[in-house]
């Protein structure tokens, strides 16, 4: 027997509210959820609570299976911290058969804030996760990079650590999956894409561009 409680005063239970409402509106969607996901991309992001993956990229539920954490490190294999992140990647590409592998990282990140300023001190769940990310970045002077450039270098680095990961190396040799290395500006809504040669392009649209084309932009 199911119980209804007056909810208490809470915005995020007025917003399930309305969620209610949709969910009734569209059932035939949301049942087709309950059976089986089919995303079409496995995204490594930010836990930043302004950066909301299925918002930037407006995929609808199911479209997108997302790992989050602090700054959007993505450990190497060998690392026993990237356990999350290796099973997330395991269950994405040989369970669920995503096409598309994403790390994005993004513009005015406190994490990679913290990292610039050497303030990672291995007193804390936060320290130590943190110096996986300050270690990605060992062979840059970070305090002399630009914070628009330094965010393209981590994101870099994290997207070779995914590489590295035998299951990818596998995917991709098979022509499964492509790999992208992105960053989100959120004073425009933008995402810059890296391309092959490990420089990143701003994706933009144009009025004379029929809906859903994009270019890149330098």
Known sequence: MTTTLRPPASKLLQGNLRFQKWFQEDRETFAKLVSK???????????????VPNFILDAAPGEVFVARNVG????????????????????????LGV??????????CGALKAIAAGKVELK????????????SLRDLDVKTI??????????????????????VQRALAEGRITVHGWVYDGSTGRIRAMSPDGIFH???????QPPGKIIAAE
């Not at 996901?37 to 950066?51: K, L, M, T």
């Open 99 to 108: 096409q598309e592998i994403i790390v994005c990282g993004h513009d005015d």
């Open 146 to 167: 630009a914070p628009r450039k330094l965010v393209e270098k981590f994101v870099e680095a994290q997207y070779h650590h995914l590489l590295e990961f035998e299951l």
């Open 72 to 95: 959007g490190i993505v450990p190497p294999p060998h690392d026993p911290l990237g356990m999350s992140i290796g099973a997330a990647l395991e269950f994405a590409v040989d369970s």
């Open 37 to 51: 996901q089919e995303p079409r991309a496995f995204y490594v992001g930010c836990s930043d609570s302004r950066v």
């Open 124 to 135: 804390s769940n936060l320290g130590y996760w943190l110096k996986r990310g300050a270690e």
């Open 202 to 208: 701003e994706v933009i649209g144009t009025d004379d």
